[in-house]
């Protein structure tokens, strides 16, 4: 570790972090979350943060217990290629994520059949509707057969949807026939998201 690498650990993020005030200012001034898609500042290395696949965050290893501290590291992630990084006007610092950076803890249902609209929030407060821009993914664990939700929320950051949210997802799912196959699955906003097909479920 370099001296500037102890330095760093010895410190809290938000002092790591120097642009999170700028950033944080950028996205008051557009209303919503800071542009983070916009900004190409240098990388600046890897901070010893993580967020774990039940959507806590820690650093140096241990967890993060301030909610809004949490919630304002969600505003600058952005995810380039397979990586993720805190983004801000004046750098760039990479961090681990096990999974997905988000998880959604809560669902709503508007409607039914093909009119379902389908909504998610998660853990850092985030909130959205499952649509084209914001479909729903499947991922079947092929040594468990246990099925992982999840949810796109934003610039490739996705959101997996926690096991008590599942079962209620589950609780709305019908059978449609996709590619001349039946399948399992749910409606949202017109579009039809298919868990797995019909020969495969487990009653």
């Known amino acids: 570790m370099t ?3 102890k330095t760093d650990a010895a410190r809290a993020p938000t002092e790591v972090l120097k642009g999170l005030g700028q950033a944080t200012a950028a996205g008051e001034k557009a209303r919503g979350l800071p542009p983070v898609h916009l900004w190409n500042p240098p990388f600046c290395g ?20 301030r909610e809004r501290l949490v919630r304002l590291f969600s505003t600058v992630l952005r ?20 999974d ?11 409607g039914t059949g093909q009119g379902q609209v389908l909504s998610f929030t998660t853990s ?33 950051l996705e ?6 949210v599942f079962y209620d997802l589950v609780e709305l799912g019908v059978e449609e026939k996709v590619d001349g196959a039946m399948w399992f699955g749910v409606w949202s906003s017109g579009a039809f998201y298919p868990f797995m097909p019909v020969g495969e479920l487990v009653v």
């Open 124 to 156: 850092v407060g985030d909130d959205v509707i499952v649509d084209e821009e914001h479909p729903l993914r499947f991922v079947v664990d092929r040594k468990t057969g246990e099925p992982a939700p999840y949810v796109l929320m934003r610039g490739r």
């Open 3 to 5: 001296n500037d690498e």
């Open 79 to 98: 995810r380039d290629g397979d990586d993720y990084f805190l983004v801000t006007p004046v750098e760039k610092i990479g961090i681990t994520v096990d």
């Open 100 to 110: 997905v950076p988000f998880l959604a803890v809560a669902m709503k249902a508007n």
């Open 46 to 65: 890897d901070l010893d943060m993580a967020i774990k696949r039940d959507g806590t965050w820690h650093y140096l290893g241990s967890p993060i217990g």
């Open 159 to 164: 959101a997996l949807i926690n096991r008590a």
